[in-house]
């Protein structure tokens, strides 16, 4: 993988290639044997296959190319599911509860 940075005219300002297992948190950018910490610009995650040097603009294609959602940490993954989790088991109480209030006494 790799980190494209860029600034608010879509110029790369910086690649780091060879990221390997990325995750974001907050404003802070980890992965094996490195990260960026208070990232104040826009930032792509991308595949190695992009090809892109400094300086480059970045296109559209390569901004929807972005994986940064699915490098979030475990934390955060597990923050969400817990998330999901808890609707639905309010989904459930509820049902129970419906069906309990149709039976008849």
Do not use: H
């Not at 802070?28 to 190695?48: A, T």
């Not at 969400?80 to 989790?85: P, R, S, V």
């Amino acid at each position: 993988m790799k980190i494209l940075l860029y600034d608010a005219n879509k110029t790369v300002i910086d690649v780091i290639d060879n990221v390997q297992k990325p995750y974001v948190e907050d404003d802070n950018i980890f992965w094996v044997e490195g990260s960026l910490l208070g990232v104040k610009v826009q930032y792509s995650i991308v595949d190695d296959t992009v090809e892109v040097i400094k300086g480059d603009t970045m296109t559209e294609e390569i901004i929807n190319s972005d994986k940064k959602s699915e490098c979030i940490s475990e934390k955060d993954r597990l923050t969400q599911e817990n998330a999901e989790l808890r609707s639905r088991l309010e989904i459930a109480e509820l049902a129970i509860i419906s069906l309990m209030d149709s039976m008849p006494m």
